[in-house]
């Protein structure tokens, strides 16, 4: 049978059909098949190796024994939107409306999947920093929306203010920031967060914000750019579960955003999942109660781990970039020999017993070539894994 249509030019379009028409490979099914195949570390894939907070973990145990197993609301659980409220006031002081203004969704996935299918229409464009997450790029070719890209280069790969304005035109429909950044660890300063909010308004665009590393910054301040003046009306926040509480397979994400906003992309979510994770909601809303101590003390961990990989790094004889979030850290792999970081990946397990990505894989075809010598290696691993991964890459140095 030929199972032919729109999607099909839509899903290569977006490069997740091959020209033959198969599921084309990502990057990071191939590196992660290569772990598995050579035993190797994998510092490819952005999952925690130990479980989250004992109380979140039991506060799920708990739901699944008391009967909390069927559709939650459309809008998600009232305790969590509650939660998720709360949280807004208690770090960073905006005033939400937990029934209007919060929706539950699964993850933060399908809360950009939901965003970006309201938004944009065939044609309008939505701007994207560059590196990208994947999904991105993926989800704005389904919504047959065009895709502009501001680089993040080095030295620090902040984006350069002129760039920014030139890419955001009257044809922006979108500005969608990932703050702090995967894969670069870039913390966004708030001068280019302001220059975003007066270019959304000056072009009439919504700001999407991916939001999911909030907690997981290193001695320097997270603003969330619906904080800043004029903002908060035109901003759709995004965030999850997953990296806050090393819960990534809950996948219980959710939006924060005016009730217009909020309403748009209900309409689309209803027909995705419609809803997800009923025990798992309330559990998350534990979390998020979880007193100050448990968030600093996991960016505390997470970035004695970030030293630690990127030390190792560095006496490899890579150039590294340490992240200010996150839970990767960008390595040059030039200095070693390696123009191309695509290769290095392929024969870093025979090399290192390690693995790690290409910075290419987060890349449009059209600039992957400015970023061709870049890994990214992931840090939220377990220390002693961290520790055997630092000394198999000195070897590369040798
Ligand atoms: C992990 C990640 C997501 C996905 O979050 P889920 O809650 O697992 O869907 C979205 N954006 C970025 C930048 C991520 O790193």
């Known amino acids: 049978m030929t199972i032919s249509g729109s999607w099909q030019r839509t899903a290569r379009g977006a490069g997740l059909l091959s020209p033959d028409g ?28 130990e479980d989250g907070p004992a109380e979140v973990l039991e506060a799920a145990r708990r739901a699944i024994a008391d009967g909390i197993n069927q559709y939650p609301p459309g809008l998600g659980m009232p305790v969590l939107r509650q939660a998720v409220a709360t949280h807004q006031q208690r770090f ?14 699964a993850g933060a996935t399908e809360a950009l999947a939901a965003t970006i299918l309201a938004l944009v229409d065939e044609g309008d464009e939505v701007v994207t920093l560059e590196p990208f997450y994947d999904a991105y790029g993926g989800l704005i070719a389904l919504a047959r929306g065009v895709h502009r890209t501001v680089p993040l280069r080095l030295p620090g790969f902040l984006p350069d203010h002129d760039e920014l304005r030139a890419a955001v035109t009257d044809r922006t429909k979108v500005i969608l920031i990932n703050n702090p950044h995967n894969p670069t660890g ?19 665009a919504v700001i999407v914000t991916d939001e999911v590393y909030e907690h997981l910054v290193f001695g320097v301040q997270h603003i969330p750019v619906a904080t800043l003046p004029g903002a908060r009306e ?8 997953g990296k806050t509480f090393s819960t990534t397979g809950w996948k219980i994400g959710w939006i924060v955003s005016t009730p217009e906003l909020v309403t748009a992309v209900l309409a689309v979510k209803q027909f995705l999942t419609y809803v997800n994770g009923a025990p798992f909601q309330p559990a998350v809303a534990v979390g998020l109660g979880l007193p100050e101590s448990y968030f600093r003390e996991t960016a505390g961990t997470l970035q004695a781990k970030r030293d630690l990989l990127s030390q190792g790094l560095e006496k490899a004889g890579f150039d590294v970039t340490v992240p200010n979030g996150t839970y ?18 392929r024969e870093l397990p025979a090399l290192a017993g390690v693995v790690a990505v290409p910075i290419s894989a987060f890349c449009s075809d059209e600039h992957a070539g400015e970023y061709a010598s870049l890994v990214r290696f992931a840090f939220c691993k377990k220390v002693d894994v961290l520790e055997r991964a630092a000394a198999q890459l000195a070897r590369l140095g040798r």
């Not at 901003?235 to 579960?241: D, E, F, M, R």
Request: hydrophobic share 45%.
């Open 22 to 49: 198969r599921i084309a490979s990502t990057i990071f099914a191939e590196m992660s098949a290569l772990a598995q195949a050579t035993g190797a570390i994998n510092l490819g894939q952005g999952f925690p190796d």
């Open 92 to 105: 960073y002081g905006l005033t939400v409306d937990a029934d209007r203004e919060v929706l539950i969704t």
């Open 186 to 204: 870039t913390v966004l300063p708030r001068e280019t967060l302001e220059l975003i909010v007066e270019l959304a308004h000056e072009h009439d």
């Open 234 to 241: 035109r901003t759709v926040t995004i965030s999850s579960a």
């Open 328 to 345: 990767f850290v960008v390595a040059d792999a030039a200095p070693l020999g390696y123009r191309d970081a695509a290769t290095l990946c």
